[in-house]
């Protein structure tokens, strides 16, 4: 970077783009705790380049200069890091490509861009010896990146488990409480907040988890960014009878993200999970995060916090602002973000994974359905851990079992052979159960 | 540092003192995970003098020199950093101050040290132009510090509060159990399984927990370490029908550290405290520690893992050792450890702070006596929030009461009067609530 000076401090110059929610959340963060930062930091960081579409109601930008094109802040010789903060992937990657090209240190909190272009990204930082920082694309104000790839880098880490999208986790809380309606209802409610999105898909789906995902994953083990393998199920296929079922079995219903380290390659998914009530991360609320990971030295640790906000992503942007302007002559790029080809980089299909399962099914009360029941997942080596039998009167008997640890596909052949019992009248409801492994 | 390299990588050269349980955890991961730590770092890291009284039966020693008087290692020309792991004040301080002079980087796990002496060493630390790391002296495997100084570093933080202790944590988690003895058999049964010393004073005195929250304190706010003013308190004053009676009211009892940024001051306490059991802290259980920091724009975050063991101590030294050997270019020595003088550097005297308390006593139960204890809590304008009051038959009558936020020195003055109260037959037990500010 240049050198410039500022009150007798090097002075570090910003360009930011993008100047929504988390941009002017960055932008004033930056203003309102200047003098503090200057004191923790020993250097000046000084706002001098906006891009942004329109004006922030919220963002005094009278001494700063403002571009309407946002590759101007990319072209500004004066600017020293560039902050991305105008989402989406193309336009976003054109962005930030341009700024490495013009020697620019980048920082984003755009999580698609990362996970879908990050190889591409990281390969051209490194050539032209620039940094690219990402703490903000996954869990906002939780500095789980730097959890991971400082805070943990002695460790030999074997997986981790996460809460990563507040919209789920606020409309599976949502469902728990007594009287809740259901999905449809908790997903209104979500949106008269300003929780989910008018169209919800990429959150209640899994595709924004699996976007941070993919990130975590990639730098836990320091494999190659993965996120088209990522498997994802959405929240929708849980509902109350679910969440009351496995509250009686001693368990809560959230949506994970999941990445462990197997002999066959790494497991990478996203769907609804029972998790035990003993669990802290089953007593995680709302719209707040938190990320448990496993690793052989440090044993279980867990990070949790807010995962979205302008408050809490303009935190870990500027967290990362920081870094590059700590670290600024240090020669490793993308720091313990290692494409290691040695290490298991395949990623396993759903089917070969293993975890207990929750079944759920309806039969006809009738004599003996438990027993052929029991006895075809007994054929297939599994056994039943814990089980609910209901009357539900006119002859019809739910049916709810947790299963052992057993490979999906194994479940699947025993579950298609259930269905086809002549009492069993329902397909088999399954959802996955966090393992203690 | 010097320049060394081994296989065409910059090679670190550590000096461990101090083998028992963390010095060999530390040596075995360096070694353990070395090839990983060495791709993750690039560059090559390797103990090369270990000082130690005796060798122990975990480490394999055969390629490393090995001196029984530590202070060789701090002389050793070709020590790059040297990692303190002997205990004490006194010795160990010495040998920092000596490996200082000798231009080493240091990296410790005592918060004895670094509570007590910090001051000092980071002078010369800085005059010498070295880092001394200290990760590993607060919450064991969990990168707490890091998270404060960096993770958090755009903030401006405004308190935290933790269980910071695993000896306490465990000995009240086991005093929850049904059909729990109490203190002396909940400690005695720690002190079995090793969670506890011999002389357990230390730890459930809160002196330990008062080593850390100095160190915490003085990072997250930048104020000067005030060990000696940190308010203590043990959990011995805990009995059994606290625990039920805050269970009752729908809160847990934690061994607490809290600090937060006062108008008047810094607050600085150790205590047993009442949690509600919806605060995800309440949750944390048996030996693990958790911190929960507030601060203004990633609001509430919390941190979690293991806060003692060889593993996880040995992962947050190598992880110190792995930041200098990054950032060894870096001229900002301490980071994020700023004594500035204009921020609040006082301690609070405890009857300055504010909370909710508990109260319990004992009263006859004869009319009235619930009438002129609330009338003396009126005349201090302080209001109970929640009140359990049983027939102990006999004519006794205790009394529980949880009050609003209110000044100890007010509420002492109110609970001086209640016990001058003719009806009222023992001193009032009080115990602080965690507040939700």
């Known amino acids: ?65 403002v571009s309407r094109d946002i590759f101007e802040v990319a072209r500004d010789p004066d600017v020293d890091i560039l902050i991305e903060l105008i989402g989406g992937v193309d336009a976003a990657c054109d962005l930030v490509m341009e700024a490495i090209e013009n020697g620019k240190h980048v920082v984003t909190a755009n999580k698609a861009l990362i996970a879908e272009k990050g190889e591409m990204l990281f390969s051209l930082a490194e050539e032209k010896g620039v940094q690219i920082k990402f703490e903000a694309s996954v869990c906002g104000g939780i500095p789980i990146v730097k959890a991971i790839r400082e805070g943990l880098v002695a460790n030999h880490i074997t997986g981790l488990a996460g809460i990563i999208n507040g919209t789920t986790n606020y409309i599976l809380t949502e469902m728990e409480k007594p009287g809740a309606k259901g999905y449809e209802a908790a997903l209104s409610e979500a949106q008269e907040k300003g929780y989910a999105e008018a169209d919800p898909t990429f959150d209640v789906e899994g595709i924004d988890a699996a976007h941070k995902l993919t990130i975590l994953s990639s730098i836990a083990f320091g494999t190659p960014l993965n996120f ?72 279980s640790t867990m990070y949790y916090g807010a995962g979205a906000g302008a408050g809490p992503t303009a935190s870990s942007v500027v967290a990362d602002v920081i870094d590059i302007v700590r670290n600024d002559t240090v020669g490793v790029p993308n720091r313990g973000f290692v494409n290691e080809k040695e290490q298991a980089g395949t990623v396993m299909d759903i089917m070969d994974t293993v975890c207990p399962h929750y079944l759920k ?40 079992m947790i299963t052992n640890q057993v490979k999906e596909s194994v479940l699947m052949n025993a579950v298609t052979e259930i269905e086809s019992l002549t009492y069993v009248t329902s397909p088999i409801k399954h959802i996955r159960v966090l393992g203690s492994g």
């Open 1 to 65: 970077m240049n050198t410039v000076e500022q009150n007798g401090l090097s002075l570090k110059r910003i360009g930011i783009c993008g100047l929504g929610t988390v941009g002017s959340g960055t932008y004033n963060l930056l203003r309102r705790n200047a003098r503090e930062i200057e004191r923790k930091v020993g250097a000046a960081i000084e706002v001098i380049h906006v891009g942004c579409r329109r004006d922030h109601p919220d963002c005094d930008l009278t001494d700063v200069k």
């Open 228 to 299: 088209k393998d990522v498997y994802t199920q959405g929240i929708s296929i849980v509902d109350i009878e679910d969440i009351q079922y496995a509250g009686e079995l001693g368990y809560r219903i959230k949506h994970l993200a999941i990445t462990r380290l197997g002999r066959d390659g790494v497991e990478l998914r996203v769907h609804p999970a029972l998790v035990s009530n003993k669990a802290l991360l089953a007593q995680v609320n709302g719209v707040m995060n938190a990320v448990m990971v496993t690793s052989d030295a440090a044993g």
């Open 361 to 400: 099914l309806i039969a006809e009360d009738v004599p003996g359905v438990m027993a052929r029941i029991s006895s075809v997942l007994g054929n297939h080596n599994i056994s039943i851990e814990a089980l609910i039998q209901k009357d539900l009167g006119e002859g019809r008997a739910p049916i709810v």
